[in-house]
């Protein structure tokens, strides 16, 4: 069986920047790798057309076509063209697209199915951010939505709520992200554990970050010794126009709390395992998100986390076994259940092998590579049938 995915970003550095649908898409990529399937995934928008592989997966950089006003749909279509031409020599099966902002919209390939994976569209997030989406990237969304041959969605509110927002009544295969849990193995040798809260991932609005000052300000009024750690991006708010997320938290900060808080910036991924290893808990009280990696990682790593309560997350924790959910506005909940933790290391270990035990049991590589597979062999078959 070949797979290709095709996508706006990967995480490899010759491909550009890339957020979380890259790196879905890479952990899902190496799974069926090591289940024998060979995988390529088709990255447009780049500087170059290349192919070049990346440790067993076959990387197809696309250059977009530029020509004003028609530059969209010139891309699909090269797109399309380079879809069939790999269909026709047998070097893919099927074809995988996120939702983000609707690249297939105008994408029929001859035979070649194509299946769309709910990772959050631009309408959705907008939707959950409380703010206007462009009426362009709403229609090449749902007309996307609408032509696939099948459609996955990594959680269950994500497909409910893509149903909602664009006046749908389709049906989504659900299967979750996964992650390697045998890379994210707690070391016993570490022993710089510190009284920390840590944050890592993009600072930017729709991730609960101008609310995050204003819990810690709660927490550190019964914890003037705890720190808290922020990792990631520095994003501008799409909604004040401010350039800087950060600087609008630092003046939310507290004059107490904001002597505690140490912002590294964008730092190595092993670097980032290091400060997950080493922090009491990590929180996470975003309001936009469709089944989120880092949760996972953190989570895989024994340290009990808490986060938002919105949804998805429902479907990723127990509440009180293996994390604990609070609304992001209610600040003083969030802060209590922080304040609990904190306060008592029996129960942030049992939460936190409970966590482990979550990931290993429903969102690990082994079991979610096989569930993608047989998803892959029931379109496939099905679309050969409808064709012969």
Known sequence: MKIAFLTPEYPHSLTGNSGGIGTSIKNLATGLLQKGIVVRVLVYGQKEDAIFDDNGIIIQQIKNIK?????????????????????????????????WTGITSFIKPDKCPIIIRLHGSDTYFCHLDNRPVKWVNKFHEKRALTKADSLLSVSQFTADLTNIIFDLNKTFTIVPNLIDASLFEIDTNYNQKEKSILYFGSLIRKKGLLELPLIFNKVIENNPEIKLILIGKDVSDIISGNSSTWKMMQKLFSDKAIGNVTYLGSIPHVKIKEKIQSATLCVFPSFAEAFPVSWLEAMAMEIPIVASNVGWAKEMIDEGDNGFLAHPTDHDTFSKR??????????????????????EKSFDIKVLAKQNIEFYKLIIAKFDNSIS
């Open 67 to 99: 020509f004003k006003g028609l530059s969209w749909f010139l891309t699909r279509k090269k797109i399309e063209r380079i879809i069939n031409q790999l269909y026709f020599n047998k070097k893919i099966d099927l074809i995988e697209a996120p939702d």
């Open 338 to 359: 922080i304040t609990t933790l904190l306060n008592n290391e029996e129960l942030c270990l049992k939460v936190g092998k409970s966590a482990r035990e979550k990931v």
